[in-house]
């Protein structure tokens, strides 16, 4: 079988608004002192210990921010009936109002998306801002997609530039992502691929979905690096198995071409089957030639992979906010 279409589905940029980054800035009180949500813990993973919800609500009610923060992620998971979007905005804003920059960037995310208030760009920049000048990394990411996106401010690709830079420096994987796209593009800076790949790299060594699928797709090409099918596959492995769609659909052609595993069309099927049940269609004439050619039998137990492969919506949800 000749796979329809070149392996072309674009390298992409980190956009969201408030995706968690690693190393949130300490707290008023020590780690072993904090206490976290077993379901947010579970989510994002935590080094405070673990506490009944009972115990982190009277903590937040006594003015401790972690927990303030806390319970504002778990009330926009909205995971039982006290909780609400305007609940988590009210914790979101006592825990920034006390100083805590995660918190600070949650409620600009929060008015950013216009999630349990009206859209207010200007009250999302002014929290950035403030947890910027806290030197707190997710807060440079967040203003770089502001400036690349124009959003509450004239779009400026070498202003995003910078705060891409500043977060990369700071170790966030979303901003070394980023700061590796405007290399990748040449938006805000001169073009270097080979710069590019090594920012894609760090992104991608810290496990970030999108930094895995464009360092993959750097190695299909061989630009800015040797090309390499097996480090390709493998990359885009990584970024598959968290759910990237993008690599699930080069993942497909992969296995359906052969190229850096052994050919499965089968498998191939069920990784862009997966891609087009999360929204993403840009494979469908892969799916129609892979249909002509699989038995019934292979058809339906491609599927039942398929099921197993969907990303759980509220650990997606979850993964917004910083702790």
């Known amino acids: 079988m000749r796979t329809p279409g070149p392996l072309t589905v674009a390298a992409g940029i980190a956009m969201s608004i408030g995706t968690l980054g690693q190393g949130a800035i300490q707290a008023q009180t020590p780690a072993n002192q904090q206490c976290s949500s077993a379901v947010v813990s579970r989510l994002l993973g935590s080094n405070a210990p673990v506490c009944d919800l009972s115990m982190v609500r009277r903590r937040a009610k006594d003015g401790h921010a972690f927990e303030q923060n806390q319970l504002g992620i778990a009330s926009i998971l909205i995971i039982g009936p006290e909780y609400s979007e305007k609940e988590a905005m009210a914790w979101f804003r006592r825990a920034a109002l006390r100083g805590y920059a995660p918190a600070q960037v949650n409620l600009a995310v929060m008015y950013i998306n216009g999630w349990g208030i009206a859209v207010d760009y200007g009250a999302g920049l002014h929290w950035l801002q403030v947890a910027a000048h806290q030197h707190f990394a997710r807060a440079y990411y967040n203003l770089g997609i502001l400036y690349l996106d124009g959003k509450g401010v004239r779009q400026d690709n070498a202003v995003a530039f910078r705060w891409f830079e500043k977060g990369a420096e700071a170790g966030d994987s979303s901003a070394q992502t980023n700061l590796g796209y405007m290399y990748d593009l040449g938006l805000g800076c001169t073009r270097n691929v080979a710069t590019a790949a090594k920012w894609y790299r760090k992104g991608a060594e810290a496990e970030n979905p999108m930094a895995e699928n464009n360092l993959a797709d750097l190695y299909l090409k061989g630009e800015g690096v040797a090309q390499d099918d097996a480090a390709a596959f493998a990359w885009f492995q990584k970024s598959a198995a968290q759910g990237n769609t993008g690599a699930r659909i080069k993942l497909g052609y992969m296995y359906a071409d052969g190229r850096g595993t052994t ?19 840009r494979a469908n004439d892969l799916l129609h030639a892979l249909e002509k050619v699989l038995t019934p039998t292979q058809l339906a137990a491609a599927r039942e992979q398929v099921d197993k492969l969907q990303q759980p919506t509220v650990e997606s949800s979850a993964k917004s906010f910083a702790q």
Do not use: L
């Open 263 to 281: 050919k499965n069309s089968q498998t191939a099927y069920a990784w862009v089957k997966a891609a087009q049940t999360a929204g993403d269609s």
